[in-house]
């Protein structure tokens, strides 16, 4: 059988949904939505918090980095399909196809670890009010957040070199949407023992012990709650929880769901869908669910677009997407 290492292969060929044309036309345009209103939520919440010098502070400074990570991790694995669904060609060479495998997934192993910081963050101001400035000064913030960009970097440095050192089987067709490392995976014909043990390690890293210092931490914040002696303080807070875990949960089950699943459990086209929701859904929730029901949020919003005249409209059509969501 002929066999070919990666690096000769010069473009690979992208099925994502074209046994589906029907699928297809849908599924381009509920990304459209999704990207776009992902760059305005985002955009719009990291110009707030470097404007507004009343939101210079450290659950802003990582929502900031949060909405950033979502911005490159969105546009990493949407726009080359967008891209290729307007041109017709669903190609991409290997250097495109290596830098989106690396970028996509960097980011979202990067958001794996700030998530578990932002919960941090969340339980220390709840829990020890008046000890945060004194914890989350402003130097532990950026050693927390370069200590989460690093993380997502270096493993994902490791799981894509790995990968683009092993041979193929003369196939350069990926039964996905976009260079995905496991579906570029299923194209190599030689012993994947090694790499997908460093991949198990890695996930579990990643994925199992940053949801397992959320769920402690989020359980010391509703044990705080539950103190409250304010029926309206601790319905707020309750309420505010429930969002957050709600885009936890989400983020974090379809990623377990697609690098933790049984090796017996294979389907391709529930792991594009899964894909399209952990990769376009929760970072359009993000800053709707953080932030733009944030109070403080949304008093910077006014001040920053009440001289202009689509400010209104903009803040009501945010206001409108926020109520819409949690219903």
Not at 11 to 32: A, D, N, Q
Not at 261 to 270: L, R
């Amino acid at each position: 059988m002929f066999q070919a290492n990666l690096t000769y292969v010069t473009r690979f060929f992208l099925l994502g949904f074209s046994h589906y044309p029907k699928v297809e036309v849908i599924v381009f345009v509920l990304c459209l939505l999704m990207y776009l209103i992902t760059l305005l939520g985002n955009i719009i919440l990291i110009s707030i918090t470097i404007l507004d010098s009343h939101l210079h502070k450290p659950m802003y400074f990582f929502l900031s980095n949060l909405s950033f990570l979502d911005i490159w991790y969105t546009s990493s694995a949407f726009t080359p399909m967008l891209a290729n669904f307007v041109s017709g060609e669903n190609t991409i060479s290997f250097l495109g196809c290596a830098a989106q495998m690396y970028f996509s997934l960097a980011m979202g192993s990067t958001e794996c670890v700030l998530l578990s910081m932002m919960a941090y963050d969340r339980y220390v101001a709840i829990c020890n009010p008046l000890r945060y400035p004194i914890i989350m000064n402003k130097r532990v913030c950026v050693q927390i957040a370069a200590g989460s960009w690093v993380t997502g970097c270096l493993t994902t440095l490791v799981e894509t070199v790995y990968v683009l050192q092993l041979s193929l089987c003369g196939n350069n067709t990926i039964n996905h949407f976009a260079c995905e490392i496991l579906a570029v995976l299923k194209l190599v014909c030689v012993d994947t023992s090694m790499v997908e043990l460093i991949m198990l390690v890695i996930t579990i890293f990643l994925l199992p012990m940053p949801m397992l210092l959320i769920c402690i931490s989020y359980a010391f914040i509703l044990s705080n709650i539950l103190r409250i002696s304010s029926v309206d303080g601790r319905s707020k807070a309750f309420s505010t929880c429930a969002a957050h875990l709600t885009v936890v949960v989400l983020f974090y089950g379809t990623a377990l769901s697609m690098y933790l699943k049984p090796s017996a459990v294979d389907s391709q086209e529930i792991d594009k869908f899964i894909a399209l929701v952990y990769g376009g859904l929760t970072p359009m929730l993000n800053p709707i669910i953080y932030s733009l029901r944030n109070k403080e949020v949304k008093a910077a919003m006014k001040k920053l677009l009440i001289r202009n005249p689509f400010g209104t409209v903009l803040i009501s059509a945010l206001n409108n997407i926020g109520a819409s969501t949690l219903i």
